[in-house]
């Protein structure tokens, strides 16, 4: 914590940046890795998530996590 008292950030603040920078990104990332390693019933639905997840980081790893893992291919 000493080396980021020139910041003047406290304890508030770096939760902040946690919530509003790390987790998102985090989000985001497990979204699309998981959209790249998955096959869906349609090419274009893997590309359509994609572009959603990238062009709409939170709201779009959200509703793919909700919406859209139902159209993966289940393997066996």
Same mark, same amino acid.
């Given at each position: 914590?000493? +080396?980021?008292?020139? /910041? ?5 603040? /770096? =939760?902040?940046? @946690?919530?509003?920078? =790390?987790?998102?990104?985090? @989000?985001? $990332?497990?979204?699309? =890795? %998981?959209?790249?390693? #998955? #096959?869906?019933? %349609? +090419?274009?639905?893997? $590309? =359509?998530?994609?572009?959603? $997840? ?11 996590? $909700? ?10």
């Amino acid at each position: 914590m000493k +080396s980021l008292l020139f /910041l003047n950030l406290g304890t508030p603040e /770096l =939760v902040l940046i @946690l919530f509003l920078g =790390v987790l998102p990104l985090t @989000l985001m $990332v497990i979204a699309f =890795v %998981d959209i790249v390693r #998955s #096959s869906f019933k %349609d +090419s274009a639905t893997k $590309v =359509v998530w994609a572009l959603i $997840v990238l062009l709409m980081p939170v709201l779009g790893a959200l509703l793919y996590f $909700v919406i859209g893992r139902t159209g993966k291919i289940q393997r066996a």
